[in-house]
């Protein structure tokens, strides 16, 4: 079992900068993929990042590509999202998540685990 605690959302201007941090607990966590999902207002939650479990792998939704970047410290069992150049559409609940595979497979829709509670990302025009 891993637990997925997420913090650092907030608002931020249009141009701005935020880092999100998830904390994993459980014994095997620093083997999993980690990453990231939104959902903005209305729509469905959609693949934001992952990570493979080595932090040598990295997978970005197109929107966010150039503007976001995920890392992790195994040591800490985090993992991090700094979102620079943030856009008004970059609003949504970001969940954290974790999943057994390398993080590759959750763009098409599988390979998720377990999942944070979310932490709320509101960017101002």
């Known amino acids: 079992q891993v637990q997925l605690v997420e913090s650092g959302g907030g608002l931020v201007q249009a141009g701005g900068s935020l880092r999100l941090s998830c904390a994993a607990s459980g014994r095997t966590a620093s083997n999993y993929a980690m990453g990231w999902f939104r959902q903005a207002p209305g729509k469905e939650r959609e693949f934001v990042t992952a990570i493979n479990w080595s932090g040598v792998s990295t997978y970005y939704a197109d929107s966010v590509k150039g503007r976001f970047t995920i890392s992790r410290d195994n040591a800490k069992n985090t993992v991090y999202l700094r979102m620079n150049s943030l856009k008004p559409e970059d609003t949504g609940i970001y969940y954290c998540?974790?999943?057994?595979?390398?993080?590759?497979?959750?763009?098409?829709?599988?390979?998720?685990?377990?999942w944070g509670e979310g932490t709320l990302v509101t960017v101002s025009s």
């Open positions: 998540a974790a999943g057994r595979g390398d993080g590759s497979s959750w763009s098409a829709g599988y390979g998720v685990n377990y």
